[in-house]
């Protein structure tokens, strides 16, 4: 049987209003705080990491040390979806982020009272791999349970902007970590970061799954739909593998979840590899240099800043549905339009769209995400749209740049903006996430009444 999470107290999400904004709710600003805090701790950890990495081995060395996170990340993602939905996702944010503290001061201890080896830094990396898997799928599960349903569209709006102050704050805090003591001090400064997390955490005021989402009550649904007739059968217990086999069931059959997926699959896929990979090797074709890659990516920051603002102030995007593949198509034709422009002040105009684009197109996926789902499945759903992005995305990276050397920068940039125009195209075909809604004030609220 599930383990559900316990409430504090059993009473509405959150325990505010319906008609309180989330910027003024002191439970999704803690839940916040705690999200800014430990995305600092992040950005802080990977360059303490990479700098430990490139002193203490060759350059092949420090980078197996910094992709070796990626293998438990991927592996063990849809299981980080089924431990969020049957432990709940407070509880295993909590628990991540402690494990991250703990392993971090640890490293800078041994950093700081003696030399070890890169086993040591590839152990902590496979750590935090497997961490992330646990913490991600819980983080996408939790807004649901603290705010309406109303307020997701500026939750995730609220969420972006503290990710992109973290990285702002991260960087030159880990910088400086560095400079002033090393490895260890940095490593240091990041566990101090997850350790800020945890109090605001642990105060955080969770709202209790709707009964109708009741584990049993669930099953007999999902056997109904699949024609098993004979609900007695279903154990009183379940097993892990059975839940993951019943997320990905329930998914698979639900009219915007399933199609929701694919259009996210397509995005990503067509998205990260010229925005991570090509983008420097177009610089390079183009003469900008590291300045100009700079400019570039301040661009698309600004862009996907300015997207998360919006979404803050709004509130609701009408016809979330449509807005979504629609940003996405339009996205993808900037991508395209990054190869064929020789000019720096014109890529970065048109990354500003990219981000703008690309950062509301990804809010309301999420935040789309987070409304349809029934809470009971949402650790598991979000694992599988975050494998896509985290786990298969990035492995066209390699692919992309070897055809950049082949072809070029223009065609690769095209055929992955055909890639993303794919998804979106896809999103307006199916009339079920065409249509799909994002609710406003006055709708139903799990428990707030």
Same mark, same amino acid.
């Given at each position: 049987?599930?383990?559900?999470?316990?409430?504090?107290?059993?009473?509405?999400?959150?325990?505010?209003?319906?008609?309180?904004?989330?910027?003024?709710?002191?439970?999704?600003?803690?839940?916040?705080?705690?999200?800014?805090?430990?995305?600092?701790?992040?950005?802080?950890?990977?360059?303490?990491?990479?700098?430990?990495?490139?002193?203490?081995?060759?350059?092949?060395?420090?980078?197996?040390?910094?992709?070796?996170?990626?293998?438990?990340?991927?592996?063990?993602?849809?299981?980080?979806?089924?431990?969020?939905?049957?432990?709940?996702?407070?509880?295993?944010?909590?628990?991540?982020?402690?494990?991250?503290?703990?392993?971090?001061?640890?490293?800078?201890?041994?950093?700081?009272?003696?030399?070890?080896?890169?086993?040591?830094?590839?152990?902590?990396? $496979?750590?935090?791999?497997?961490?992330?898997?646990?913490?991600?799928?819980?983080?996408?599960?939790?807004?649901?349970?603290?705010?309406?349903?109303?307020?997701?569209?500026?939750?995730?709006?609220?969420?972006?902007?503290?990710?992109?102050?973290?990285?702002?704050?991260?960087?030159?805090?880990?910088?400086?970590?560095?400079?002033?003591?090393?490895?260890?001090?940095?490593? #240091?400064?990041?566990?101090?970061?997850?350790?800020?997390?945890?109090? $605001?955490?642990?105060?955080?005021?969770?709202?209790?799954?709707?009964?109708?989402?009741?584990?049993?009550?669930?099953?007999?649904?999902?056997?109904?739909?699949?024609?098993?007739?004979?609900?007695?059968?279903?154990?009183?217990?379940?097993?892990?593998?059975?839940?993951?086999?019943?997320?990905?069931?329930?998914?698979?059959?639900?009219?915007?979840?399933?199609?929701?997926?694919?259009?996210?699959?397509?995005?990503?896929?067509?998205?990260?590899?010229?925005?991570?990979?090509?983008?420097?090797?177009?610089?390079?074709?183009?003469?900008?240099?590291?300045?100009?890659?700079?400019?570039?990516?301040?661009?698309? #920051?600004?862009?996907?800043?300015?997207?998360?603002?919006?979404?803050?102030?709004?509130?609701?995007?009408?016809?979330?549905?449509?807005?979504?593949?629609?940003?996405?198509? $339009?996205?993808?034709?900037?991508?395209?339009?990054?190869?064929?422009?020789?000019?720096?002040?014109?890529?970065?105009?048109?990354?500003?769209?990219?981000?703008?684009?690309?950062? $509301?197109?990804?809010?309301?996926?999420?935040?789309?995400?987070?409304?349809?789902?029934?809470?009971?499945?949402?650790?598991?759903?979000?694992?599988?749209?975050?494998?896509?992005?985290?786990?298969?995305?990035?492995?066209?990276?390699?692919?992309?740049?070897?055809?950049?050397?082949?072809?070029?920068?223009?065609?690769?940039?095209?055929?992955?903006?055909?890639?993303?125009?794919?998804?979106?195209?896809?999103?307006?075909?199916?009339?079920?996430?065409?249509?799909?809604?994002?609710?406003?004030?006055?709708?139903?609220?799990?428990?707030?009444?």
């Amino acid at each position: 049987m599930t383990v559900t999470e316990p409430t504090t107290p059993p009473v509405a999400a959150a325990a505010s209003p319906p008609s309180r904004p989330a910027h003024r709710d002191p439970n999704v600003l803690r839940w916040l705080g705690a999200y800014a805090s430990s995305a600092a701790g992040d950005s802080v950890y990977y360059l303490a990491l990479s700098w430990a990495a490139v002193r203490g081995g060759s350059p092949a060395q420090a980078g197996l040390v910094l992709a070796v996170s990626a293998v438990p990340r991927a592996l063990l993602m849809l299981a980080g979806g089924v431990i969020a939905d049957r432990f709940g996702p407070r509880r295993v944010v909590i628990s991540s982020d402690a494990v991250r503290c703990v392993v971090v001061l640890g490293v800078a201890a041994a950093l700081a009272l003696a030399s070890p080896g890169l086993w040591v830094l590839g152990a902590v990396a $496979l750590v935090f791999g497997a961490v992330d898997a646990l913490f991600m799928p819980a983080v996408g599960a939790l807004p649901p349970r603290i705010a309406a349903p109303a307020q997701l569209a500026r939750i995730q709006g609220m969420r972006g902007l503290a990710h992109r102050a973290s990285v702002l704050v991260g960087a030159p805090l880990g910088g400086l970590a560095v400079a002033l003591g090393g490895s260890a001090t940095a490593f #240091g400064a990041a566990g101090l970061l997850f350790a800020l997390s945890l109090p $605001l955490l642990l105060t955080l005021r969770i709202a209790p799954l709707p009964a109708a989402t009741d584990e049993d009550a669930v099953r007999d649904a999902v056997r109904d739909a699949v024609g098993d007739a004979v609900r007695d059968a279903v154990p009183e217990k379940t097993t892990a593998l059975r839940d993951l086999t019943d997320g990905l069931r329930y998914l698979r059959r639900h009219r915007v979840l399933g199609p929701l997926m694919i259009v996210v699959a397509l995005s990503d896929l067509g998205f990260v590899g010229p925005l991570n990979v090509g983008l420097a090797l177009l610089s390079d074709a183009r003469g900008w240099g590291a300045a100009g890659i700079g400019w570039v990516l301040a661009g698309f #920051g600004t862009g996907a800043g300015a997207a998360s603002l919006l979404l803050t102030v709004r509130g609701h995007i009408p016809r979330a549905g449509a807005v979504m593949a629609w940003t996405i198509t $339009l996205g993808a034709a900037s991508i395209a339009a990054l190869a064929y422009v020789p000019q720096l002040p014109v890529a970065v105009a048109l990354a500003v769209c990219v981000g703008l684009l690309a950062g $509301l197109s990804g809010s309301l996926c999420g935040a789309l995400t987070q409304t349809e789902c029934d809470p009971a499945y949402l650790g598991r759903v979000t694992s599988v749209s975050t494998l896509f992005s985290l786990g298969f995305a990035p492995l066209s990276f390699p692919l992309t740049g070897a055809a950049v050397g082949l072809w070029g920068p223009a065609p690769v940039f095209t055929a992955s903006a055909a890639i993303c125009v794919l998804g979106g195209v896809y999103g307006l075909s199916v009339r079920s996430l065409r249509r799909a809604e994002l609710p406003r004030t006055a709708t139903r609220t799990q428990g707030l009444s």
